[in-house]
Structure formats: structure tokens, C-alpha cells
């Protein structure tokens, strides 16, 4: 079992950025590929990006691909994402979520077993 504690978020204005971080409790950090979600104002949860276990694969929503990266140092128990760029639509509450049986990081929420409490995002513009 893992929990995961989300960190970094806060108040940015339009163009900014903001590192996010999901630190893990547990020694086999390792073995889990990890998520990151988020929910905005009045809309579901989507998918923002993942990353695999030791951190070779990753993969990036469209509507963040070229601005957020995600990275993990498995040493510290922790995944990062960092998002560049930031627009006024990019504000939610963020969410990391750890999976113990993927290879490859996947994008459904389902698919996820372990989750955070989210820190919130908010870009203003």
C-alpha cells in the first residue's frame, strides 16, 4: 500500500509556473507508475499525465503536451510535474494517483489504485 501527498500548487497569473509534487510513503515506491489528474470548476476529473515506473515512458494530455513535464526521483519517493506556460483553463484541483499493476502509465482513472487529496491550482489571467 502507498499513500501519496500532493504539494505545490497555489496562485499564478497567466504564463507562470508552478511545480507540483507527490511524495510517496513506502519502500517500493518504485513498483508503481504514477498519474497525475486534475478537476476544474464545474468538469470532470481528466487525465493530465503520467509517467512509468522508473520513469522511461511517459505520457502527456493533449492539452498539456509541450508545457508540463512529469519527472520522478524514486530515491525521494517523489513525482513532479512541472507546468510551464500556465493558462487561465489549466486552474483545478490536481490529483496524483499511484497503479501497482501497469507497465505502461495508463490514463484511465479506473486503472489507479492509490490517490492523493489534490492541491489546487489557480491561474489567473
Known amino acids: 500500500q502507498v499513500q501519496l501527498v500532493e504539494s505545490g500548487g497555489g496562485l499564478v497569473q497567466a504564463g507562470g509556473s508552478l511545480r507540483l509534487s507527490c511524495a510517496a510513503s513506502?519502500?517500493?515506491?518504485?513498483?508503481?507508475?504514477v498519474g497525475w489528474f486534475r478537476q476544474g470548476p464545474g468538469k470532470e476529473r481528466e487525465f493530465v499525465a503520467a509517467?512509468?515506473?522508473?520513469?522511461?515512458?511517459?505520457d502527456f494530455a493533449d492539452s498539456v503536451k509541450g508545457r508540463f513535464t512529469i519527472s520522478r526521483d524514486n530515491a525521494k519517493n517523489t513525482v513532479y510535474l512541472q507546468m510551464n506556460s500556465l493558462k487561465p483553463e489549466d486552474t483545478a484541483d490536481y490529483y496524483c494517483?499511484?497503479?501497482?499493476?501497469?507497465?505502461?502509465?495508463?490514463?484511465?482513472?479506473?486503472?489507479?489504485?492509490?490517490w492523493g487529496q489534490g492541491t489546487q491550482v489557480t491561474v489567473s489571467s
Open positions: 513506502g519502500r517500493t515506491f518504485s513498483s508503481y507508475v
Open positions: 494517483a499511484a497503479n501497482s499493476g501497469s507497465i505502461l502509465p495508463p490514463r484511465l482513472e479506473y486503472e489507479y489504485n492509490y
Open positions: 509517467i512509468s515506473r522508473r520513469g522511461i515512458s511517459t
